[in-house]
């Protein structure tokens, strides 16, 4: 009987073998939906009938400042095929081109290099409004406006402040600690200030519900935090979302008033990436695609397929990191089976305890990645694959909650030692954008 699995991988595929015991429960994937011929058109169309807001081309908005939000090159999200649309609508409202900023949401990436700029928004674009990127540690860039009843002190760019609206342009996505990205994610974190997005990341740090991918953003705290943060800026947002299919291309466009519209959007995005799992496997195969640019982007597919494996299985993610480590801080940690061991040994509710010790020198926001890291390590074993140059042979050990190897084969091998010989095992080729839920988890 053929084992052989097949999963995207770069421009080609990967063909990996599953031990001759094992039973393949099928492989997950997300709806088939064809992408838009034309995102321009579609963006358009979406633009004409705004959800909750006046459509812009209707307005005057002439010798108004406007602020054009972009999501960063972190993202896949093709920009500069829907732009187009949008600076049509606001000439048509009367806005001169010299009152259009275009800022980029990097949060607390890197700045985007120029010729990821260029791809982001296109040659043209670039060239006409000389974008430039969000800066979280420039205190001279940067102002506080107020603090959220959670506690977040919300420090924004201040040329978020000084805008009379402002325009986000990203999309809406399976997210692991808000439900879905998109909406005012372009605000908070991607325009605030290091601090404030450390604190409204550690809004969704909880041992019992530390995974909330493909939750509706009005019961995610992280979601309601910077909704709430944004909105004491006192300005006017509008939207400009894409919703994608598995390949990153644009299928449907929700445009207007950013918390309405982004809520309308989840339920259509949740039935593109909602991987529906009639029984959890033993161990589950991931794939990072479409979001395989660097490490921190790519193991993104572990936390969304999580819910498909038992408590106790194999985690196996294929990561295929084009840029290697990227931005996400590595340095030597307790070896695996000690890690494992000493997680089991404390339990869930002291593991913040911990990481907080371990990075207390640390941005805040590495408190959440190590808590969400070693949650996961707690339920389930973790191992990872990449054949990247660009990632060093140790970086499972930098790492400490999971074993990496360069070969796939290896990374089965390991696998099936942690788990029955007549293991199940589902495969979640497109595991950067959808992400798994079991039935008994379907209304929770």
Request: charged content about 20%; some cysteine.
């Given at each position: 009987?053929?084992?052989?699995?097949?999963?995207?991988?770069?421009?080609?595929?990967?063909?990996?073998?599953?031990?001759?015991?094992?039973?393949?429960?099928?492989?997950?994937?997300p709806a088939v939906v064809q992408a838009a011929r034309s995102p321009q058109e579609a963006c358009k169309e979406a633009l004409a009938a705004p959800i909750g807001a006046q459509r812009l081309a209707s307005r005057d908005l002439a010798q108004r400042k406007i602020l054009i939000i972009a999501d960063d090159h972190s993202r896949p999200t093709p920009v500069r095929d829907f732009i187009g649309?949008?600076?049509?609508?606001?000439?048509?409202?009367?806005?001169?081109?010299?009152?259009?900023?275009?800022?980029?949401?990097?949060?607390?990436?890197?700045?985007?290099?120029?010729?990821?700029?260029?791809?982001?928004?296109?040659?043209?674009?670039?060239?006409?409004?000389?974008?430039?990127?969000?800066?979280?540690?420039?205190?001279?860039?940067?102002?506080?406006?107020?603090?959220?009843?959670?506690?977040?002190?919300?420090?924004?760019?201040?040329?978020?402040?000084?805008?009379?609206?402002?325009?986000?342009?990203?999309?809406?996505?399976?997210?692991?600690?808000?439900?879905?990205?998109?909406?005012?994610?372009?605000?908070?974190?991607?325009?605030?200030?290091?601090?404030?997005?450390?604190?409204?990341?550690?809004?969704?740090?909880?041992?019992?519900?530390?995974?909330?991918?493909?939750?509706?953003?009005?019961?995610?705290?992280?979601?309601?935090?910077?909704?709430?943060?944004?909105?004491?800026?006192?300005?006017?947002?509008?939207?400009?979302?894409?919703?994608?299919?598995?390949?990153?291309?644009?299928?449907?466009?929700?445009?207007?008033?950013?918390?309405?519209?982004?809520?309308?959007?989840?339920?259509?995005?949740?039935?593109?990436?909602?991987?529906?799992?009639?029984?959890?496997?033993?161990?589950?195969?991931?794939?990072?695609?479409?979001?395989?640019?660097?490490?921190?982007?790519?193991?993104?597919?572990?936390?969304?397929?999580?819910?498909?494996?038992?408590?106790?299985?194999?985690?196996?993610?294929?990561?295929?990191?084009?840029?290697?480590?990227?931005?996400?801080?590595?340095?030597?940690?307790?070896?695996?089976?000690?890690?494992?061991?000493?997680?089991?040994?404390?339990?869930?509710?002291?593991?913040?305890?911990?990481?907080?010790?371990?990075?207390?020198?640390?941005?805040?926001?590495?408190?959440?990645?190590?808590?969400?890291?070693?949650?996961?390590?707690?339920?389930?074993?973790?191992?990872?694959?990449?054949?990247?140059?660009?990632?060093?042979?140790?970086?499972?050990?930098?790492?400490?909650?999971?074993?990496?190897?360069?070969?796939?084969?290896?990374?089965?091998?390991?696998?099936?030692?942690?788990?029955?010989?007549?293991?199940?095992?589902?495969?979640?080729?497109?595991?950067?954008?959808?992400?798994?839920?079991?039935?008994?988890?379907?209304?929770?």
């Amino acid at each position: 009987m053929n084992q052989t699995v097949e999963i995207p991988w770069g421009g080609d595929a990967l063909q990996i073998r599953m031990p001759s015991r094992w039973r393949i429960l099928g492989e997950l994937k997300p709806a088939v939906v064809q992408a838009a011929r034309s995102p321009q058109e579609a963006c358009k169309e979406a633009l004409a009938a705004p959800i909750g807001a006046q459509r812009l081309a209707s307005r005057d908005l002439a010798q108004r400042k406007i602020l054009i939000i972009a999501d960063d090159h972190s993202r896949p999200t093709p920009v500069r095929d829907f732009i187009g649309p949008v600076l049509d609508e606001l000439a048509a409202a009367g806005v001169r081109e010299g009152d259009i900023r275009i800022l980029l949401a990097n949060g607390v990436h890197r700045a985007s290099r120029p010729e990821e700029i260029e791809c982001k928004l296109g040659r043209e674009v670039v060239g006409r409004f000389a974008p430039i990127c969000h800066d979280a540690y420039d205190p001279q860039g940067l102002e506080y406006v107020g603090t959220t009843s959670r506690g977040t002190r919300v420090v924004l760019n201040k040329l978020v402040l000084q805008a009379d609206l402002i325009l986000c342009l990203g999309a809406l996505e399976p997210h692991l600690l808000m439900g879905f990205g998109g909406g005012l994610k372009m605000i908070i974190p991607g325009c605030a200030a290091a601090e404030t997005v450390g604190r409204n990341h550690l809004q969704g740090v909880d041992p019992d519900d530390f995974d909330y991918v493909g939750v509706s953003g009005a019961q995610s705290p992280m979601r309601l935090d910077l909704e709430e943060g944004a909105a004491l800026a006192g300005k006017e947002i509008f939207i400009v979302n894409a919703a994608m299919d598995a390949h990153a291309h644009p299928v449907q466009f929700f445009c207007g008033d950013p918390v309405k519209a982004h809520r309308g959007g989840e339920s259509f995005v949740e039935g593109l990436a909602r991987l529906d799992v009639p029984e959890q496997s033993d161990a589950v195969l991931t794939n990072s695609f479409p979001m395989d640019l660097d490490l921190r982007q790519s193991i993104k597919c572990v936390g969304n397929s999580l819910y498909a494996c038992k408590p106790g299985g194999v985690m196996m993610g294929c990561l295929r990191c084009d840029q290697g480590i990227g931005e996400m801080p590595t340095s030597r940690n307790l070896p695996y089976p000690v890690m494992k061991a000493l997680l089991k040994i404390i339990g869930k509710h002291r593991i913040l305890g911990l990481v907080e010790k371990a990075k207390k020198d640390q941005p805040v926001e590495e408190i959440f990645v190590g808590h969400f890291a070693l949650q996961m390590l707690r339920r389930n074993h973790l191992a990872i694959f990449s054949d990247s140059s660009a990632l060093p042979p140790d970086i499972g050990k930098r790492l400490g909650v999971a074993r990496s190897f360069t070969a796939a084969q290896n990374m089965v091998a390991w696998a099936a030692s942690k788990v029955p010989k007549n293991a199940t095992v589902w495969v979640v080729p497109h595991g950067g954008a959808t992400y798994a839920r079991p039935e008994h988890l379907m209304n929770q």
